[in-house]
């Protein structure tokens, strides 16, 4: 089991930043792809950013240039550093990995972007 703890949402203005995070915890070990996405009301799920089974990152065309993915192995975080944000992000963020062969999420942080 894996168990994924999500924090940092809340509400920001046009062009400001947040930094989210997800704590991994359990069988963290053989965890090979670790990212986030997001849904918006009324929307699909879909995937914002994320660590691939080889390493590399793998970004949504809308957030390219504004967020960034990174992890920290010492203490089982990945993080979302989220700039220049725009009405448009507003969503749940779930926190994803997968370690095969099941899909793990997150319960969910809101963020809402706006004046």
């Known amino acids: 089991q894996v168990q994924l703890v999500e924090s940092g949402g809340g509400l920001v203005q046009p062009g400001g930043s947040l930094r989210l995070s997800c704590a991994a915890s359990?069988?963290?070990?053989?965890?090979?792809?670790l990212g986030w996405y997001r849904q918006a009301p009324g929307k699909e799920r879909e995937l914002v950013a994320t660590?691939?089974?080889?390493?590399?990152?793998n970004y949504t065309d809308s957030v390219k240039g504004r967020f960034t993915i990174s992890r920290d192995n010492a203490r089982n975080t990945v993080y979302l550093q989220m700039n220049s944000l725009k009405p448009e992000d507003t969503a749940v963020y779930y926190c994803?990995?997968?370690?095969?062969?099941?899909?793990?999420w997150g319960q969910g942080t809101q963020v809402t972007v706006s004046s």
């Open positions: 359990g069988s963290i070990f053989g965890i090979n792809v």
């Open positions: 660590f691939t089974s080889v390493g590399s990152t």
């Open positions: 994803h990995a997968y370690l095969s062969p099941r899909h793990y």
